[in-house]
């Protein structure tokens, strides 16, 4: 198992409000926007993107930090085996990713998660 993305989330009432500051001063492109959910980056590069939401999706709360692994299933027993508190999931959005949230030990909820396939 390897971690390919980490990305911060920033949690807003008004996420399209981040447009000035991201897309327009900073020249970031928009790559991803579900209306609770605007992810900013640059094309081609999964390295640099920052996502401003007012929930998680699914009605859950936004996590502090989203990360894509290659094997979430993996990943889920492996957290789970260490005694790590899960808040939600294993389950597959409509979106098209498959996802679990779990507290880290400073208490931030973290968002794992694998693209489908």
Avoid: C
Wanted: glycine share 8%; hydrophobic share 40%.
């Amino acid at each position: 198992m390897r971690v390919k993305r980490i990305v911060a989330n920033i949690h807003s009432h008004n996420v399209s409000a981040a447009k000035s500051f991201y897309k327009d001063m900073l020249e970031l492109d928009l790559l991803m926007d579900h209306g609770w959910i605007e992810t900013y980056g640059l094309l081609g590069e999964e390295s640099v993107q920052i996502s401003f939401a007012s929930q998680g999706g699914s009605n859950t709360p936004t996590p502090d930090l989203s990360i894509e692994v290659d094997d979430v299933d993996a990943m889920f027993k492996r957290m789970k085996s260490a005694g790590y508190k899960i808040e939600y999931g294993l389950v597959d959005e409509p979106w098209g990713v498959r996802r679990f949230y779990v507290r880290d030990p400073f208490g931030k909820l973290i968002n794992i998660l694998a693209h489908g396939n």
